[in-house]
C-alpha cells in the first residue's frame, strides 16, 4: 500500500461553515490527523465531539523564518505517511494562501506519495461578501510573510493574507508605506463570514497596533484613486507619455523624432554628472528623471511607429544583465571588480560571434561621443593589444615633441595656421595618453578645471563690481591681481 496524504480545509470560519464532508472525515478519519494550526475556531467545537489531533504550533516557535516553518511541517508529514494514510488539515482551503500544501505535492513525486485534495471554503469569497466587493473590478491575493513592494498593483484590490501577529502586520505595513502615504486608510478583517467576523478601518500606521490580529487576519488595501499617490508607478508614468504623445496631447512632444530629440539626451546626461559632481542628491533625482523622460518618449516614438515599445527595451537590458553576470545569475566566478569587466568583453564577444569579424579593434569607438573622450577610448583598445608605452618617461618626451611641433608652426601664415590645428590636435591626444597612463580621467580633470576657472573668475567679477569700475576701466595687472586673490582664498 503507498503513501497518501489527505488534505483538508478547515474553512475560514466557524463550525456552521465547514463543510459537512470535511466534518465527517475529520471525526472518523482512521488514520492519524495533523493540524497546521489548533488556532481556528472550528477546533474547539470539533474537540468536544471527539477529535484528536497532533498540531504543528509548537515548530511556529522554533524558526524565525517562516519558510523554515514550512518545510519542517512537510517533511514531518512525509515521514508520518511512511507509517499509513494520515489527514492533515490547514484553515481555509487547501490550495488557498498554502504553503506547505504546495510543498508537499512539490515533494509528493519525488517521495513517492498520493497527495488528496479535499475540500474547504477559502476565506476569499467571505471576505469578498464582508467588504461587499465584485472580484471583477481586479484584485491580488498576496502572502504577508513574503510582501514585496515591487509586487503591488496600487489601482487594484489588494488582499494581503498570512498576517499571523504583529511582526507579520509590521512588516507588512513597511511595505505599503513604499507606496501610500503613512495615514492611508487600509482594512483589517479577521474571521470574514463567521460569528467572530471583525473588520476594522486603521490608517496605514496604525496596522501593527491592533491587538485582535491572529491567524484569520488579512489587510485589505482599497484601489488607490489619487493620482499623487500614483506617480510612483512606473504604469502612470507610461500612461502620462503616451497621452503627450497622444491625439490631445502636447504639440511639441507629438512633432519629436529620435533624430530630433539628440541633443536633449546629451545634455540631460551632463546635467545629471553635474548633480553628481555638486553631491546634491535632491538635483541628482530630478537629473535622472530627466534623463529617464528621453527613453521614455524614443519608447512611445517606437511604439507609435510599431517597432518597439518600452517592453521591449526592458526584455532586452534585462537579458542582457542576466547572461553578462555568469558570477551573479549562473555558475560563473569573478573575484573583483577587473574580473568582471573582463568576463564582461569576453561575453560580449562571444555574443557577436555569428557576426563578421571587425575589420578595425577600434570600431567599437563611437563617433558621437565628445573627442576628448573618444581619444580616451582608442587610447585604452589600442593599449589592450601592447600598443602602448610601458612607461611615462616617453609618454612625456611625446607631449615636449607635440608642443614643438606646435609652436614651430606659429610663423603668422595661413597654411602654417592650417599646419598649427593639426599639431594642436596631436598635443592634446598625447596629453590624454599621460592621463591614461597615471590613471586620470581627462574628462573629469578638465571638469575639474573648469569649475576652478569659473570660481575665480566669479571671484574676480565681484572684485570688479565692488570696485566700482567696470572691466575696462580695470589693467590687465589689476585683474590678475584679483585672480591671485582668488587662489590665495583657495577657489
Keep these: ?27 472518523h478519519a482512521g488514520g492519524s490527523i495533523f493540524l497546521r494550526t489548533k488556532e481556528h475556531p472550528v477546533v474547539g467545537d470539533l474537540e468536544k465531539e471527539g477529535l484528536t489531533y497532533t498540531s504543528f504550533d509548537d515548530v511556529y516557535e522554533k524558526h ?91 489601482e487594484q484590490h489588494i488582499f494581503i493574507s498570512q498576517v499571523y501577529d504583529q511582526f507579520v502586520a509590521s512588516n507588512v505595513k513597511l511595505t505599503l508605506m513604499e507606496k501610500l502615504p503613512d495615514d492611508y486608510e ?43 499617490i500614483l506617480l510612483k508607478n512606473f504604469s502612470k508614468l507610461r500612461d502620462i507619455i503616451a497621452k503627450l504623445r497622444g491625439p490631445n496631447g502636447c504639440p511639441w512632444d507629438k512633432e519629436q523624432t529620435h533624430e530630433s530629440l539628440k541633443k536633449y539626451l546629451i545634455e540631460e546626461t551632463y546635467e545629471v554628472i553635474e548633480a553628481i559632481n555638486q553631491d546634491d542628491i535632491d538635483h541628482l533625482i530630478e537629473e535622472l528623471g530627466d534623463v529617464l ?64 569579424a571587425p575589420s578595425s579593434l577600434l570600431e567599437g569607438v563611437s563617433k558621437a561621443q565628445p ?5 580616451y577610448e582608442l587610447q585604452k583598445l589600442a593599449a589592450k593589444v601592447g600598443f602602448d608605452w610601458q612607461e611615462i618617461t616617453p609618454a612625456l618626451a611625446k607631449v615636449k615633441e607635440e608642443l614643438d611641433e606646435f609652436t614651430a608652426e606659429l610663423d603668422g601664415t595661413e597654411d602654417g595656421l592650417l599646419r598649427a590645428k593639426q599639431e594642436f590636435g596631436d598635443l592634446v591626444f598625447a596629453f590624454v595618453n599621460v592621463a591614461r597612463f597615471l590613471k586620470i580621467h581627462p574628462e573629469e580633470a578638465l571638469f575639474e578645471t573648469n569649475e576652478k576657472f569659473t570660481r575665480r573668475f566669479q571671484y574676480v567679477e565681484e572684485r570688479v ?22 587662489k590665495l582664498k583657495g577657489l
Excluded at 295 to 306: F, N, R, S
Excluded at 310 to 325: F, G, N, P, Y
Excluded at 343 to 350: A, F, L, T, V
Excluded at 371 to 375: D, E, G, S, T
Design 1 to 27: 500500500m503507498g503513501k497518501k496524504i489527505e488534505i483538508l480545509g478547515l474553512g475560514a470560519g466557524d463550525l456552521e461553515q465547514l463543510p459537512f464532508g470535511v466534518y465527517k472525515k475529520l471525526l
Design 64 to 154: 524565525e523564518q517562516f519558510e523554515a516553518v514550512y518545510e519542517e511541517i512537510a517533511r514531518t508529514l512525509l515521514l508520518q505517511a511512511e507509517n499509513g494514510p494520515i489527514v492533515y488539515a490547514v484553515p481555509g482551503h487547501p490550495l488557498v494562501a498554502e504553503r506547505t500544501v504546495q510543498l508537499l505535492i512539490d515533494y509528493a513525486q519525488e517521495e513517492a506519495v498520493e497527495i488528496i485534495i479535499g475540500g474547504g471554503q477559502s476565506f476569499i469569497d467571505p471576505i469578498f461578501a464582508a467588504l461587499k466587493i465584485d472580484p471583477i473590478e481586479g484584485f491580488q491575493l498576496l502572502d504577508g510573510t513574503a510582501l514585496l513592494s515591487s509586487q503591488l498593483q496600487m
Design 186 to 228: 487600509v482594512y483589517i478583517v479577521t474571521a470574514a463570514g463567521s460569528s467572530q467576523e471583525v473588520i476594522e478601518k486603521v490608517l496605514l500606521y496604525e496596522l501593527d497596533r491592533n491587538v485582535t490580529i491572529n491567524n484569520l487576519t488579512s489587510v485589505y488595501i482599497p484601489p488607490v484613486k489619487e493620482e499623487q
Design 293 to 356: 523622460l528621453q527613453v521614455m518618449l524614443h519608447a512611445q516614438i517606437g511604439e507609435d511607429d510599431g517597432y518597439f515599445s518600452i517592453d521591449d527595451i526592458i526584455e532586452v537590458l534585462s537579458a542582457k544583465m542576466i547572461r553578462r553576470h555568469p558570477h551573479v545569475f549562473g555558475t560563473g566566478k569573478a573575484a573583483n571588480a577587473e574580473e568582471v569587466v573582463q568576463n564582461w568583453q569576453e561575453i560580449k564577444q562571444q555574443e557577436k560571434g555569428g557576426l563578421a
Design 371 to 375: 573627442n576628448l573622450l573618444r581619444a
Design 465 to 486: 563690481r565692488t570696485s566700482g569700475r567696470s572691466f575696462e576701466d580695470h589693467t590687465l595687472e589689476e585683474l590678475d591681481q584679483y585672480w591671485d586673490e582668488a
